[in-house]
């Protein structure tokens, strides 16, 4: 083994967790950046769909990309463009500004994709499933990073201190790739025509669905804008299928759903995005709620974050755990015990969230699932889907995770909503539906993985 194949399974891990910090970067900063730049929490909260819409756009694109002969010029100017975005969001004198900084930033999802495609391509046959599994968790353990980061250094500095942070860590994860990752164009990978069409197509009707998702519960889920853009959705996304199927190279390749492997993980990454978000968005909440809301812990800024990092220490753990046993169980069986952890979280959390070790554990429990599934997922479409296609092929399984994610962020939003309490805090009744819902998604995943073993 190689000097330079040593270094590069940690040189990838270390670009993918900067680019997972920089994605968490946003949803504990909303209060302070309405109050900076005078504008309604509301207006606020485009700083998080702004993000996630270009997120969900330039996935699958870079997730193609990542198929093609230029994977470390991809990831080198990806992580460029992030940087840039970081630099906007850290100087912008105005609103408009900073949100396109955070615009920029959205090309953060798409960086463990690109990633996986480098490991599969450089690494052994014998690090390659560790290595993917390691990759695959990144998201989880930047979230438990980037909370704690961002309250230290926005309660300190401001606000604006963590996006310099972000930049300084992307510099070093830049340098990293142009040291580890080898030089020169990958001779063994097809050179095709980028599927334009279907690349737009995709781009539309995703952000048309997100758009819809994430502002439905502002505009009213019957309202003529929801159900407009929601059509408008359904329309462009068949479109896309449609095309998809009768191109030659597509960007995502819709056949390999006849894997029930592949199936079966990118199901699961729309039910458990959804749980994840709503667990995560409720744990912040109720660490920052005053006390007289019934529920509330009142952490300041400062510490609130720290309420995440159970969560990063539970799905870096659980990721080793499943790195020794992975070829003793089944990928599919890690999935389900990934799965059954996380509805144990969200029950735990349910019905006990009112002390602030609760929800560490709470928290801790999510990281574990979290860590055992997402290290099964993107392993399970890497053994049934060639190698020319493994980087389209999760690309697409992280936009359904983020659709997921969206999908319970607005779901929880507009239950919090719904449910007015102490000031601008929901009512209790508001925290247990929430919860709730989440335990219900996770163990729906679950019943359904079971189902499916019992079948076969």
């Known amino acids: 083994m190689t000097g330079t194949s040593k270094r590069l399974l940690p ?89 396109a900084g955070r615009a920029l930033q959205g090309l953060s999802y798409g960086i463990v994709p690109v990633t996986i495609a480098l490991a599969r391509r450089y690494l052994s046959d014998e690090q390659v499933r560790p290595g993917i599994s390691a990759l695959s968790v990144t998201v989880a353990t930047g979230l438990g990073v980037g909370y704690p980061l961002t309250g230290v250094l926005a309660a300190g500095f401001g606000f604006r201190m963590a996006f310099v942070a972000a930049a300084v860590f992307l510099v070093t994860a830049m340098a990293t790739v142009w040291v580890v990752v080898p030089s020169g164009p990958d001779e063994r990978a097809p050179r095709q025509r980028f599927d334009v069409p279907g690349a737009v197509l995709l781009g539309i009707g995703l952000s048309a669905l997100l758009l819809a998702i994430s502002e439905g519960s502002g505009w009213g889920w019957l309202d003529v804008r929801t159900l407009t ?18 191109t030659a190279h597509p960007m995502i390749n819709l056949r390999i759903f006849r894997h029930t ?52 220490v539970g799905s870096f753990g659980a990721n080793r755990v499943v790195r020794l046993v992975a070829s003793r169980i089944g990928l599919p069986t890690l999935l389900r015990l990934g799965t059954a952890t996380m509805a144990v979280a969200a029950f735990l959390m349910l019905f006990a969230h009112d002390a602030l070790w609760e929800i560490l554990i709470g928290m801790f429990l999510f990281g574990v699932g979290l860590g055992t599934a ?53 009512s209790n009744s508001g925290i247990v539906i929430a919860l709730a819902l989440s335990a219900i998604g996770c163990s729906i995943v679950f019943v359904a993985l079971v189902v499916h073993f019992l079948l076969r």
Not at 229 to 246: F, P, T
């Open 374 to 426: 997402y290290a099964a997922m993107p392993a399970l479409i890497a053994r049934t889907v060639v190698t020319e296609e493994l980087g389209s092929a999760v690309s697409f399984n992280q936009v359904l995770r983020t659709v997921g994610g969206a999908g319970g962020s607005a779901l929880s939003g507009a239950v919090l909503a719904a449910h007015p309490g102490v000031g601008t805090f929901p």
């Open 229 to 246: 853009v929601l059509v408008i959705a359904v329309v462009v996304l068949v479109g896309w299928g449609v095309v998809e199927l009768r």
């Open 261 to 312: 492997d592949v199936v079966l993980a990118n199901g699961t990454a729309i039910g458990l995005g959804a749980a994840l978000y709503i667990g995560l968005s409720i744990a912040s909440l109720i660490a920052q709620a005053p006390t007289d809301t019934g529920y509330g812990i009142a952490l300041p800024l400062l510490w609130a974050g720290f309420v995440m990092l159970p969560l990063s």
């Open 11 to 99: 040189g990838l891990v270390y670009a993918a967790l900067t680019t997972a910090v920089v994605s968490s970067l946003g949803m504990l900063l909303v209060p302070s950046v309405a109050e900076q730049y005078d504008v309604a929490v509301g207006t606020a909260q485009w700083m998080l769909t702004i993000n996630l819409l270009v997120g969900a756009v330039t996935t699958p694109v870079m997730g193609r990309l990542s198929d093609g002969p230029h994977k470390k010029r991809l990831l080198f100017w990806a992580l460029a463009v992030i940087l840039l975005g970081s630099v906007m969001a850290a100087v912008s004198p105005t609103f408009g500004v900073f949100l």
